[in-house]
């Protein structure tokens, strides 16, 4: 234990905090840029500058360790002067324009420099080349707002071991991007968004889809359709300053509503949806194997986040067969709006115009599969961020957090508190066990509140081991075995589980992979910034969720039913094979 | 094979370069595993193509298990790496700060009017490449400039044809290919 003094405050402080650390535990704020807890500390942007006592220059508290007897002033003219320095120089090089630039709202730069008290900029030197990259189709880049703190390379790097992003050149002429300052699409990137929800500025955002909302809701011709993932109700009330972990799905159901939306729907319906196919493609993989002993891919992964769908594709083509056929709750939803849905209320496909709210940038990019048309046109048309619709409700001058809450509409909008969890990491495994485990053995899955306790949380790598007891006739193939899974969340995770695989080293017969930390709560598409005490705010919402539903087993939803019973026949049959499961392609690598 | 000449030049071009890529494979079968070894693998690397062509970073960034935008970072930020084909010459003025109040800036405008190319580009007829560089750690001869490994000291603007001319048939010039240069 060490003691340390801070502002004249006498504090005690552990060995090796930083004095960043200290001051946030004290309730002192020091500004940073280039600092990522948990992530970055380079010392780079020397924003967070302090006075240390007998120190010749100001220390940069990111990077510096406390030491005992250490005097510390955060709060001087010397660092205050400092610190504005800083920040001048970068607006000086900065190219934006806070009045139409889509961050101003929460834009860090911006913040810090006014809790700096800048109101002209002194210096007047070169500019950054303001180049806008738009050529994926989920994340706009724009060099000009960018102040190369270095945070997206080391999301992009060192969370998501994708390595889109890096600093090019040098001097003057650095650029934080991809190779030689190409665009995003000519380089591997997965769409996950990371970088954008880490971005400080308004360096990296989301591929807009609000004007082609705007432009549907308006177009008399077209029957817009809206679903909203299940992450989002745990998030939205954050852009309207809501805490974290506020449900606000009544709310957000009015609000849809409010914009013209005519039916408000769920993607918990066609996550449930999901449980059951997937559900019972694990099965019948098992029954191949251990009935038939066949040679099956296990472990099967899930397939329901679309950035670990391009990161199979890209870094192990060789697990393709491993990855779950069935589409993406999103995708299901789209190909079931426009046939089943559709046909009902007497529609063609042509005139549906479906919308989904999402967490995640991905899901832009997934829309946009050519794999995704098997309504015969584009199943999912427009797909805004948590972000975008935050933004959506507040041009429509609608006071969201004085809303009623509204029920989602029915068939496509009923859902289990199964479907809920699918937004946090262990989610899509617990709510497939929900389901499998009645199943094989008719009975219901033997844990408190149906919650697979080590399966949940943030940790980036969970495993877990169920032996199989009990079974039904059909299924006693599987009695005594044990069913060997894992939860990950975060590519870089999901890069060491994969190895691990192919080197034997572990085996499993199902994975859960959700591309961001955390799972989808942390999507790169939710409100900013997203830190571990945001996460697990979120995650514990969405348990709350789960636990205040009727319905929390998928095979239970009564709609499900009622669309196989209607629609679609049996599970794995024809109709689901077409509309529901799709392919993967082996992508470059480089 | 040797049915017409054309073809068996080009047979003879894609011979080399297999065998060259065949170099770089043992090259990085050396590195693979060495922590650092990135930059000198790029260095031998251009030593054995003149320069870093796509494929051969791609083939490198495979290899040692780096994203190209990583790769590419390096090279980028590295004066002495150089991504396009470069003339017979690699003709290097020096910007150190010595060089540079010596004259070496008239220097480098005589050489780009002459030669009709900027820095970083190559004569259209293959024989010279310009670049500048930091400091050659000669800056009481400044200023200094490079043609391939050899140096010119006290170089003046007005002197900078003869230099240049010396290589465009010259004994300079083939000793300079001599000694390696590509
Ligand atoms: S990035 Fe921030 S500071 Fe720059 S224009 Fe946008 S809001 Fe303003
Ligand atoms: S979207 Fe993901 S993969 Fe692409 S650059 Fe950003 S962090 Fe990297
Ligand atoms: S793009 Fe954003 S996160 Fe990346 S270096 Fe620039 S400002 Fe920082
Ligand atoms: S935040 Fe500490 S140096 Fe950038």
């Not at chain 1, 009544?250 to 408000?264: D, I, P």
């Not at chain 1, 042509?350 to 832009?364: G, L, N, Q, T, Y």
């Not at chain 2, 109040?101 to 405008?109: A, C, E």
């Amino acid at each position: 234990m060490l003691t340390i003094t801070i502002d004249s405050r006498q504090v005690h402080a552990d060995e090796g905090n930083t004095i960043l650390d200290v001051a946030r535990r004290e309730g002192i704020r020091i500004p940073t840029l280039c600092y990522l807890e948990g992530v970055q500390a380079i010392g780079a942007c020397r924003l967070c500058v302090v006075e240390v006592e007998g120190a010749k220059t100001l220390m940069a508290s990111c990077v510096t360790p406390v030491v005992d007897g250490m005097i510390i002033r955060t709060n001087t003219r010397r660092v205050r002067d400092a610190r504005r320095t800083v920040m001048e120089l970068l607006l000086s090089e900065h190219v934006g324009d806070c009045k139409t630039c889509s961050r101003s709202e929460d834009c860090e730069l911006r913040k810090i420099a006014a809790e700096l008290g800048i109101d002209t900029i002194e210096y007047q030197g070169a500019t950054t080349n303001s180049v806008i990259d738009m050529s994926t189709p989920g994340i706009l880049r724009d060099n000009g707002k960018c102040i190369k703190c270095r945070r997206c390379v080391a999301v992009c790097t060192q969370v998501q071991a994708v390595g889109a992003i890096f600093p090019q050149f040098r001097g003057f002429k650095t650029t934080i991007g991809p190779a030689f300052g190409k665009e995003l699409a000519d380089v591997p990137c997965v769409q996950c968004g990371q970088c954008a929800a880490v971005c400080p500025t308004g360096a990296i955002v989301e591929i807009s889809h609000i004007d082609k909302v705007w432009n549907a809701l308006e177009d008399k011709s077209k029957t817009v359709v809206v679903q909203t993932a299940p992450a989002v109700r745990a998030s939205l009330g954050e852009c309207f300053d809501l805490p974290p972990g506020t449900l606000v799905t009544g709310k957000m159901v009015t609000a849809l509503r409010r914009l013209g939306f005519a039916t408000v729907f769920d993607t918990n319906f066609s996550a449930d949806l999901t449980i059951i196919e997937e559900g019972m493609e694990l099965l019948s993989r098992l029954r191949k194997c251990v009935e038939g002993g066949e040679k099956v891919a296990l472990p099967q992964f899930t397939s329901c986040s679309p950035g670990w769908v391009k990161y199979v594709e890209y870094f192990y083509p060789e697990f393709i067969p491993n990855v779950s056929t069935c589409k993406s709750p999103q995708q299901m939803f789209g190909a079931m709006a426009k046939t089943y849905w559709a046909e009902k209320i007497g529609k063609r496909a042509e005139d549906m115009f479906v919308v989904s709210i999402m967490p995640c940038h991905a899901k832009k990019f997934e829309a946009e599969r050519p794999e995704m048309n098997d309504s015969g046109v584009q199943d999912v048309d427009a797909v805004l961020t948590t972000r975008e619709l935050g933004k959506m409700i507040k041009e429509a001058g609608i006071d969201f957090v004085s809303l009623p809450d509204e029920e989602m509409d029915r068939i496509l909008g009923v859902s289990s508190g199964a479907a809920d969890i699918f937004a946090n990491s262990g989610g899509v495994m617990e709510a497939a066990l929900r389901t499998a485990w009645e199943v094989i053995t008719g009975r219901e899955l033997p844990f408190e509140k149906l919650h697979v306790v080590t399966l949940a949380g943030l940790k980036g790598i969970k495993e877990a081991e169920v032996e199989i007891k009990g079974t039904v006739p059909e299924w006693s193939f599987l009695e005594g075995v044990v069913l060997k899974v894992a939860v990950v969340s975060g590519l870089g995770n999901a890069r060491s589980v994969l190895e691990n695989i192919k080197s034997g080293a572990k085996t499993y017969h199902f994975v859960e992979v959700m591309t961001c930390p955390g799972g989808c709560v942390g999507g790169g598409g939710q409100p900013r910034i997203t830190t571990d005490e945001v996460r697990q705010k979120r995650l514990d919402a969405i348990y709350r969720e789960d636990e205040g539903k009727q319905l929390r087993k998928s095979h239970d939803n009564p709609k499900i039913k009622q669309l196989y019973g209607e629609f679609l026949g049996a599970p794995l049959g024809q109709k689901s094979h077409h509309l529901l499961h799709t392919t993967y392609v082996q992508r470059e690598k480089v | 094979m040797n049915k017409s000449k054309g073809k068996a030049c080009m047979c003879e071009v894609a011979a080399n370069r297999s065998v060259l890529l065949k170099r770089l494979d043992a090259v990085l079968d050396e590195y693979v595993s060495k922590p650092g070894g990135l930059i000198p693998v790029l260095q031998i690397a251009q030593g054995i193509f003149g320069y870093l062509p796509e494929d051969v970073l791609k083939q490198i960034c495979l290899r040692m298990n780096k994203s190209y935008s990583e790769v590419a970072g390096v090279v980028s930020f590295y004066s002495f790496f150089s991504t396009t084909k470069r003339g017979r010459y690699l003709v290097r003025v020096c910007m150190g700060t010595a060089c540079y109040v010596r004259g070496g800036k008239q220097v480098l405008d005589a050489i780009k009017q002459h030669l009709k190319i900027d820095v970083g580009e190559t004569t259209p007829d293959g024989k010279f490449t310009l670049e500048t560089a930091r400091c050659f750690g000669a800056c009481g001869l400044a200023p200094v400039m490079m043609v391939n490994d050899v140096v010119h000291q006290r170089v003046k603007a007005a002197r900078v044809q003869d230099i240049l001319d010396q290589y465009r048939q010259g004994e300079k010039g083939k000793r300079a290919a001599r000694k390696g240069w590509k």
